[in-house]
């Protein structure tokens, strides 16, 4: 995607690789899968992306990635802090740093310590760790940085993944593309709809934000214009897939042409 200074954002070129359908789920193949198939996309666009005009007069380089994980490559968290005191106290970057850097850690060790203990074995890193929200004295206010004030609540949107996929992930990236390892964001799905959804429908305050992958669905409640939860269960569009499969003994691409009619 091209990015230019008042023009609006250029998609160049794009690629989808759908997952293979299974009779059925094989979690522990997941990962395998993911890093042969983007493999094959990086390759793609490395060989035919820069096939475009623009590159005919342009270097082709890779300034930015942006890395968007779904589940389950992801786990998420959003928490209420809140904070007073009865003398008046000034809200500095390093005071909201401090808060959610021990949040941050609060919520690893709630990982490591938990279900996900096993899929964190190698390590934990950290996407995001957002403030979605901030009240001051009970008023909701954009930026509370610089404000004075006597209570202090803060809705934080943690997003964390394992840093093995990270590692495997960033090293298929930099096999194509000349980027430095800071130039590859990442983020959860969920947060980064919820922006897209603010900007799209500003006066849209509370819904239901549905993502339904292959395997997961994920599903994102919006209260007040904040993302309050992300819940998760393992039924996505192969479940149904499968079903049509078994039920009406289809091969998976018929059952999957019958689910998109519907």
Not at 19 to 43: C, M, N, R, W, Y
Not at 199 to 228: A, Q, S
């Amino acid at each position: 995607t091209l990015f230019r200074p008042g023009l609006p954002p250029e998609a160049l070129f794009t690629i989808r690789v759908p997952f293979t359908i299974g009779e059925h789920a094989h979690p522990e193949k997941l990962q395998s899968t993911l890093l042969s198939q983007l493999h094959d996309v990086l390759d793609t666009i490395h060989t035919k992306g820069f096939q475009h005009n623009y590159f005919k007069s342009n270097n082709k380089k890779i300034v930015k990635v942006l890395c968007v994980c779904a589940s389950p490559w992801y786990v998420s968290k959003t928490k209420k802090v809140s904070v007073s005191n009865p003398k008046p106290f000034f809200i500095t970057k390093a005071f909201l740093e401090d808060v959610l850097s021990k949040e941050v850690d609060v919520f690893t060790q709630e990982l490591l310590d938990g279900a996900h203990g096993d899929e964190f074995k190698t390590g934990v890193s950290v996407m995001e760790k957002t403030v979605v929200d901030a009240k001051i004295n009970g008023y909701s206010i954009e930026n509370p940085i610089g404000q004075t004030t006597n209570s202090c609540d803060i809705t934080l949107y943690l997003g964390v993944h394992s840093t093995e996929i990270t590692k495997a992930i960033n090293d298929q990236i930099l096999k194509f593309f000349s980027v430095g390892a800071q130039s590859i964001l990442w983020h959860s799905f969920p947060l980064v709809a919820y922006r897209a959804l603010q900007n799209i429908f500003p006066h849209e305050n509370d819904y239901l934000l549905c993502d339904v992958t292959g395997e997961v669905t994920d599903i994102t409640k919006v209260t007040g214009g904040v993302v309050r939860e992300t819940v998760s269960f393992p039924s996505g569009k192969f479940f149904l897939v499968r079903k049509l499969m078994k039920t009406l003994s289809l091969p998976a691409e018929v059952a999957q042409s019958f689910l998109h009619l519907w």
